[in-house]
């Protein structure tokens, strides 16, 4: 099964509105998803091997701040997280479809 993490609704993320709020909620919420079931399977080394050290769900998560006002997050932060995390949730989706896709997320 292919790991969909960077998706229809990940493209959502760059319109900057209601929805990209809504579309970043639901990515953080499913990085947690896949970090867990990594993590019950393979432990917690792997887990931070695949999601970089939690830095996806981090970028992610600043990119939210971001559109809900924080003025600790610039737009150019905002920018730079979302590509971050674009690359690498498509690294983590390869690694995970390669070589953990007996974990089913």
Do not use: P
Request: proline fraction near 0%; aromatic fraction near 6%; charged fraction near 30%.
């Amino acid at each position: 099964m292919k790991t969909l993490i960077v998706d229809h609704s990940w493209t959502k993320i760059i319109e900057r509105d209601e929805f990209a709020k809504i579309a970043l909620a639901a990515k953080i919420d499913l990085i947690e998803e896949i970090e867990a079931a990594i993590r019950a399977a393979e432990g917690e080394e792997a887990a931070r091997n695949v999601l970089d050290d939690g830095l996806i769900k981090h970028a992610l998560t600043r990119c939210l701040e971001n559109l809900q006002g924080s003025a600790s997050v610039t737009e150019q932060d905002f920018w730079v997280c979302y590509k971050f995390a674009t690359t690498a949730a498509e690294k983590a989706e390869r690694i995970i479809d390669e070589e953990l896709s007996h974990i089913g997320s």
